[in-house]
């Protein structure tokens, strides 16, 4: 065992404590009466990136959430790895299925419960702490070259970065980036993520009358906005689960046969994610696709909340003036998110029902990816996943989407590397999101085992 992973061993019981104290800072990057709390998490790992031995350690100020950059740049001929990872955190709401606070990390099971414990601050700390363990070990020096480039808005489409990596890509020259905010496709099962879909999120506002109406005066002769979206929405997809943009499925690509027998091949028993995952009577979408397939290499259409009129408690008999859809669709290769979101914008423009205006406005989007697994860094990652776990190595994707990994490949020109540690039933996005202690903890040894074979690859 080397010395930096008999560290980590030493040093275990720390690293959890720090996960917590970071993990209590409520980064909501969609909230804005959470801006100092997402300026606070900036800070904190900051300083936590200067205590470990990282150099120019920046916070990077933007119009929107702060950036954290560090470099460590004196392994000469060694490769140089962008570490990524994201701080901020979704809302927590429902609060009250929530069965510890979810800013207050709570231990149950070899599980740490918390927003944000696997998506993504577990995850990237564990980047930190792999790094703090070869410092230690190896005198202050580590096996290649690092650069660390943390931000604050991933939940809310990555605007900034994405422009940060766009004009400073020089000051980002690395030869791959790791990103560990993806997960296992069963416990104990090393997995390296290599394809992701891409979004566009996406609102249709409605307008009808030019004030809230009484429903009783008005009702029977004026338009109702929310009947109105009702009506658009459900000619959105057919009932069987197709997309009815006209054009949407036009540039999908299959994924390859080798990669389609590859999936058949994982352990994936779909009564259990039925029952245990998703928690409902029937699973849906297009016929004659497996659920891997559906969730990993076909393009899908969400509604996620309809706010506008009256939702509190009791009754109001109020025909509101307007009401909001939100909408995303996710994509993948090689859709773009331009081309969808005109194809989706007039499709629902011509569903436009009398007395109604619709608006329809893209909040933000990511391009879908895919990456190749013939290079060397994959190849390390494949060798030391399966040195910590001790079992082969599997390749998935994964439905979720990370914006930036598409900009890496496309504006930095490197390949990424997807080494995430969340398990299925980790509620990410939900109440009572967790992360298995085990798999921080394995995780950070799989990260440090990755990057001394890394620095064995010529840079
Ligand atoms: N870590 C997730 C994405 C993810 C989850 C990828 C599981 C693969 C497996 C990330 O934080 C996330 O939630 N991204 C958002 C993207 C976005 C632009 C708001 C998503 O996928 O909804
Ligand atoms: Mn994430
Ligand atoms: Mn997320």
Not at 87 to 94: G, K, L, R, S
Not at 212 to 226: E, I, K, Q, R, V
Not at 290 to 306: C, F, I, K, N
Request: charged fraction near 25%; glycine fraction near 10%.
């Amino acid at each position: 065992m080397s010395a930096a992973v008999e560290y980590a061993r030493q040093n275990a019981g720390r690293f959890l404590d720090e996960l917590k104290a970071l993990i209590r800072i409520p980064s909501i990057s969609t909230l804005p009466e959470h801006k100092q709390d997402v300026n606070a998490a900036a800070e904190w790992l900051a300083a936590e990136l200067n205590r470990i031995g990282m150099e120019n350690v920046e916070v990077i100020h933007t119009p929107g959430h702060p950036l954290v950059y560090a470099d460590w740049l004196h392994a000469e001929g060694k490769p140089t790895c962008l570490c990524y990872g994201h701080y901020d955190v979704q809302p927590p709401d429902p609060l009250d299925e929530w069965k510890s606070p979810p800013f207050e990390p709570t231990e149950r099971d070899g599980n740490l419960y918390a927003r944000g414990a696997v998506d993504d601050k577990g995850q990237m700390y564990m980047h930190l702490k792999a790094l703090e363990s070869l410092f230690k070990a190896n005198s202050g020096k580590l096996p290649l070259n690092v650069r660390v480039l943390l931000e604050g808005e991933e939940e809310v489409g990555g605007e900034q970065i994405a422009r940060f990596i766009r004009e400073e890509s020089d000051r980002l020259k690395s030869d791959f980036a790791l990103v560990s905010d993806t997960e296992m496709f069963a416990p104990g099962l090393p997995t390296l993520c290599v394809g992701l879909r891409g979004m566009i999120y996406t609102e249709i506002e409605a307008r009808g009358a030019r004030t809230d109406l009484h429903s009783g005066m008005y009702g029977g002769a004026a338009p109702n906005p929310f009947f109105a979206l009702a009506q658009v929405i459900a000619q959105l997809k057919d009932t069987a689960g197709r997309i009815l943009i006209p054009g949407f499925y036009d540039k999908v690509e299959k994924p390859s046969d080798d990669e389609l027998s590859a999936w058949a091949k994982l352990p994936f028993d779909e009564n259990h994610y039925r029952e245990t995952e998703v928690g409902s009577t029937r699973l849906t979408g297009e016929p004659g696709y497996s659920v891997l397939e559906r969730t990993w290499a076909r393009p899908t259409l969400d509604v996620h909340g309809m706010p506008g009129g009256f939702i509190g408690a009791g009754a109001k008999t109020v025909i509101p003036a307007k009401a909001v859809a939100k909408v995303s669709m996710r994509l993948v290769p090689h859709m773009t998110p331009q081309e969808a979101f005109e194809q989706y914008k007039s499709y629902v423009e011509s569903l436009t029902p009398d007395g109604i205006q619709l608006e329809v406005r893209l909040i933000h989007s990511g391009d879908p990816i895919v990456v190749g697994t013939d290079n060397p860094y994959i190849q390390a990652a494949t060798v030391a996943m399966k040195e910590i776990w001790n079992k082969e190595t599997v390749f998935v994707r994964g439905g979720g989407s990370i914006p930036i990994v598409g900009d890496f490949e496309r504006h930095l020109k490197i390949p990424t590397v997807m080494m995430g540690f969340g398990l299925p039933d980790d509620n990410l996005h939900a109440p009572n999101e967790k992360f298995h202690i085990g798999n921080f903890h394995r995780g950070i040894e799989s990260i440090i085992v990755f990057f001394e074979k890394a620095g064995a690859i010529a840079g």
